[in-house]
């Protein structure tokens, strides 16, 4: 057995990177405000303040209960997403736009969502589906 494993279950964190050419104050306010997630996203009443609860509109899935976890203004935003995920957005300017990063963590095969579905399962669709929603918010930052 891997003794440096934490978790023999933990699954790899989803990680999109991805070059934005606009300004890394637009992308700032894609992430970090109600107006902006629900552009390409989905909608929530999110606020950039570190404690700040709120809730994101899952669609099918229905209300998924957030919270703000940490906020380092233009550079980072991170939240619990439901009853085991993070989800962070990182922001690096850089000469021709930002660069961004979203991190979605959390993930173990032993466990199942809030709608009973296996993380494993999730983590697949999960994957491919923020393939393109990161595509949507390039889209959006034009």
Same mark, same amino acid.
């Given at each position: 057995?891997?003794?440096?494993?934490?978790?023999?279950?933990?699954l790899?964190?989803?990680?999109q990177?991805?070059?934005?050419? %606009?300004?890394?104050e637009?992308?700032?306010?894609?992430?970090?405000?109600? /107006?902006?997630?629900?552009?390409?996203?989905?909608?929530?009443?999110?606020?950039?303040?570190?404690?700040?609860?709120?809730i994101?509109?899952?669609?099918?899935?229905g209300?998924?209960?957030? /919270?703000?976890?940490?906020?380092?203004?233009?550079?980072?935003?991170s939240?619990?997403?439901?009853?085991d995920?993070?989800?962070?957005?990182?922001?690096?300017?850089?000469?021709?736009g930002?660069?961004f990063?979203?991190?979605?963590?959390g993930?173990? %095969?032993?466990?199942?969502?809030?709608?009973?579905?296996?993380? %494993?399962?999730v983590?697949?669709?999960?994957? /491919?589906?923020?393939?393109g929603?990161? /595509?949507?918010? %390039?889209?959006?930052?034009?």
């Amino acid at each position: 057995m891997d003794s440096s494993s934490s978790s023999s279950s933990a699954l790899p964190d989803i990680r999109q990177e991805l070059m934005l050419h %606009a300004p890394v104050e637009k992308v700032w306010e894609m992430v970090s405000t109600e /107006q902006g997630l629900r552009t390409w996203f989905m909608p929530g009443n999110l606020e950039p303040v570190e404690g700040h609860e709120f809730i994101l509109e899952a669609g099918p899935f229905g209300q998924s209960p957030c /919270q703000v976890t940490e906020v380092l203004p233009l550079h980072k935003l991170s939240f619990r997403w439901g009853k085991d995920w993070t989800l962070t957005f990182e922001l690096n300017e850089q000469p021709e736009g930002t660069d961004f990063t979203l991190i979605h963590s959390g993930w173990d %095969a032993d466990k199942l969502t809030e709608f009973g579905q296996a993380h %494993a399962i999730v983590r697949e669709r999960m994957e /491919q589906g923020w393939a393109g929603i990161v /595509q949507k918010l %390039a889209q959006v930052v034009k």
